[in-house]
């Protein structure tokens, strides 16, 4: 080797020591400072409110929300709306589908770009009310900052968790059983009608199978909003506090009822309702033709009509209609660590209560939840699949029973494993008895943590 | 060797006038050197650093915490070993998607390197347009984990899709390969496997590095196909091998995309495509459950550095190095 790189070479490892000690100290220090700093950071304002609503400072509110195109456009329209009344005020905007939407929030939420105003619904709400992720607007509500006044009371309360008022109900649905009209028709069979029983329901699919060569329905024994009204039809409910309200052996009939139902061939092969179970509301069996009923919400309708060009009917869940009830459809949340949440507040007390705002949203987050603002739209809406859907809703409202407590943390596990127990329960793996025990050994555990 | 000394005699005479120069320019010598090599470093190691290290190591902390994704970091608490415990001991999802992962990689991962050697075996001969053809086999790993490749098996493999069509054509009655508890889990092996273009030209590479005279050689003295290639190609080629396999076990092991495209997200049906980094995702994004999927995280680094230790200490009684020969 050359003779004059040879002490570079000789002090090459010593340095590299020191350097990499050097590095590595530095190293650690960073990781405990960081959490540190970030954390401090984000409990940074925790007190004062932000600029007023009076004030014409320039504002940017960040908001987030999941929908289609179609709500993208409404709901901008709505927010410029705003604008042209508070020019000062303008919005950052983001929307995506559904799917991936609660990972997007977490993370932004976990990163420090947490949205000012964010879409939520029951299955989440609790678990960031929980963790401390949205506003408390209790205060604002009592002092008329948020007028909730012509809300239903069973609505806004439904967004209260612990005391607090963790997001401002944005929009009513409740469960709407779809049903194919033209294919009915076409083959000179009845419609299902309101009231009808689980077994009479069944019945009623199963001829349809055998008359139109369709399966009659969807099998909704994975769907946790069917199972749910169900059970409260037999004086049950999915939650009491923090634990389920339901034992092995309801769950065991639930499914049972159903293995009966396939057995009869009421509803499609255990694959096709994998399918139905698996996919967004585009895809729903009664709109790619798969079935002849679907399991849904009521303000859906427009959504499942826009993909198919057969004509769609909608009627409560089978069984008495009075286990359903006026849900939230979905919440407008503030972040707590908002630098404006009195100017977000305003926003979302315009966007509920403005009808102007609320005519350009319609009904596409479910009926508007200012009873006044639903009126107007009611008289002006064109959209038929919107008419229907208000037509219904507004004919089931008087039958609503009481609304249920908002589904603890756990909820989202809670849905999928029900997805998991009634799978294994048709694709034969196992009897419905054994479905249930694992199930609600699942859901025990999950809730309880 | 021979030829790395050969030019030294003209930069010989340059080197220990220019560097005493150098020294004496700037006062401290090599430690500048290397501190103007860490200057350039800088923007790789700042990389290293903010993107890889210091993540790695938070998240290797907060798997000791019950970190969920929301929680302010300043209220994360200290749990020991507790997700690990639960891990090992409680969890039944997580040894299911262990099971699926382990199935997923001993399946997938030899038919997929059987195939790349096979048909580079076959594309290893000069033949008018096997250029073409070497480009097609490895168009697919090209796709790599993309979404729409997913997306498209996903239709490709349902009651209605194209792969029935083609068995109806045989009178075959198909599957709903996909959305079937029993089939979805191979429709993604399928997919792994179809991917086997990256290690096919590995293994071209591999080929046209053998000598030529060994198979005249063994020719000459009456070995068939079959031994030269048993007793030529395989040990030739088994550094090859070694490098592939350790490398589509670690990919093997990893799969995500297709599992989460397929399932929608879910590992359905009933968890048949439940694989490890799926579980994990689940976990820690949809659950908010990101202490414990860091633990998750890392005990699979963990087993991913113990099997590719297993593969390195096996590889000396079949890993045959020809340059070794010569010293």
């Known amino acids: 080797m050359h003779p004059a790189t040879s002490p570079a070479v000789t002090a090459q490892p010593a340095r590299d020591h020191r350097t990499s000690r050097r590095a590595l100290r530095a190293l650690v220090a960073a990781v405990a400072v960081l959490p540190l700093a970030l954390g401090s950071a984000a409990c940074g304002n925790d007190n004062a409110g932000g600029p007023s609503p009076q004030s014409t400072d320039p504002v940017e509110l960040s908001i987030f929300w999941w929908g289609g195109e179609g709500r993208a456009k409404l709901t901008e329209q709505a927010l410029a709306l705003y604008t042209t009344k508070h020019p000062n ?77 963790a997001g401002v109900a944005f929009g009513e649905n409740t469960q709407g059983l779809v049903y194919n009209k033209t294919l009915l028709q076409k083959n000179n069979l009845p419609e299902p009608t309101v009231g009808m029983s689980w077994e009479e329901f069944i019945t009623w699919a199963e001829n349809v199978s055998k008359v139109a060569k369709v399966p009659g329905t969807m099998d909704p024994s994975a769907d946790y ?5 169900w059970l409260r039809q037999q004086g049950k409910d999915l939650y009491k506090g923090k634990e389920p309200g339901f034992t092995e052996a309801d769950v065991a009939a639930w499914f049972t009822l159903w293995k009966g139902a396939r057995d009869r061939g009421a509803t499609p092969t255990p694959d096709v309702i994998h399918e139905g179970n698996a996919t967004d509301i585009t895809k729903q069996l009664v709109v790619t033709g798969k079935a002849a009923t679907s399991w849904v919400w009521v303000n859906q309708m427009p959504e499942l009509k826009k993909n198919t060009k057969d004509e769609l009917g909608v009627i409560s869940y089978p069984g008495n209609p009075s286990a359903q009830w006026g849900r939230a459809s979905m919440y407008l949340s503030v972040f707590k660590n908002c630098a404006a949440k009195d100017v977000a507040v305003d926003v979302i007390n315009f966007l509920a209560n403005d009808v102007e705002a609320g005519k350009v949203l319609g009904t596409d987050r479910g009926l508007p939840s200012n009873l006044d603002v639903r009126k107007a739209v009611n008289d002006s809406v064109t959209d038929p699949a919107m008419k229907l859907s208000i037509q219904v809703e507004n004919e089931l409202a008087g039958k609503f029973g009481q609304a249920p407590q908002v589904p603890p943390k756990g909820h989202s596990t809670m849905r999928s494993e029900l997805i998991k127990a009634a799978e294994n329960v048709q694709f034969n793996r196992a009897t419905p008895e054994k479905a249930a025990a694992d199930f609600l050994a699942v859901v025990k555990a999950a809730l309880a943590k | 060797m021979a030829l790395t000394t050969a030019p030294s005699p003209t930069v010989e005479p340059q080197r220990p006038a220019r560097a005493p120069a150098r020294r004496r320019g700037r006062g401290r010598g090599p430690r500048r050197e290397g501190l103007a090599g860490y200057v350039f470093l800088s923007p790789w190691l700042l990389g290293l650093l903010g993107i890889t290290a210091i993540p790695m190591l938070i998240s290797l902390y907060l798997s000791f915490t019950d970190y969920e994704v929301l929680t302010p970091l300043n209220e994360v608490k200290w749990v020991g070993l507790a997700n690990y415990r639960r891990m090992f001991t409680q969890d039944q999802s997580y040894w299911h998607a262990v099971q699926v992962t382990v199935k997923f990689a001993l399946i997938a991962v030899p038919l997929k390197l059987a195939a790349a ?69 191979g429709t993604l092996m399928v997919l792994a496997i179809w991917q086997f273009g990256a290690p096919m030209v590995i293994f071209l590479a591999g ?76 976990k820690g994004f949809t659950e908010y459950e990101m202490g414990y999927a860091a633990a998750m995280a890392w005990v699979f680094l963990a087993a991913i550095a113990v099997i590719t230790a297993i593969f390195f200490s096996t590889g000396r009684y079949w890993v045959h190095y020809a340059d070794g020969d010569d010293r």
Not at chain 2, 136 to 160: C, D, H, K, Q, T
Not at chain 2, 240 to 262: D, K, P, R
Request: aromatic letters at 14%; glycine letters at 12%; proline letters at 4%.
């Open chain 2, 207 to 282: 080929l046209k590095q053998i000598p030529t005279e060994l198979y005249e050689a063994a020719a000459v003295d009456g070995a068939g196909r079959m031994r030269r290639f048993w007793h030529i190609t395989l040990p030739m080629l088994s550094p090859v091998i070694f490098f592939n396999l350790v490398l589509e076990t670690i990919h093997g092991f990893q799969g995500f995309t297709a599992a989460f495209v397929i399932s929608g997200g879910t590992g359905g049906p009933i968890d048949s495509t439940l694989m490890y980094t799926l579980n994990l995702y689940i």
């Open chain 1, 89 to 165: 005020v303008t919005f950052k905007k983001t929307w995506q589908a559904n799917q991936g939407y609660f990972d997007k929030l977490a993370t932004l939420i976990t990163g420090g770009d947490a949205p000012c105003i964010y879409q939520i619904d029951d299955n989440y709400l609790t678990e960031y009310a929980d963790r401390g992720a949205t506003l408390d607007l209790t205060s604002y509500k009592d002092s008329g900052k948020l007028d909730l006044t012509k809300f239903p009371e069973s609505l806004w309360k439904y967004g209260v968790v612990d005391g607090k008022l």
């Open chain 2, 117 to 185: 050697l096979g048909v580079a075996l076959l594309l290893n001969r000069e033949r008018r347009g096997v250029g073409v053809f070497r480009g097609l086999f490895y168009l697919p790993s090209l796709l790599g984990s993309s979404v729409a490749l997913a997306m498209i098996w996903r239709s490709m493999f349902n009651r209605e899709g194209a792969v029935n069509g083609f068995l109806g054509i045989f009178g075959i009655q198909g599957q709903p390969w996909v959305n079937d508890p029993t089939w979805a889990l």
């Open chain 1, 225 to 229: 909003k069917a199972f749910w009204v």
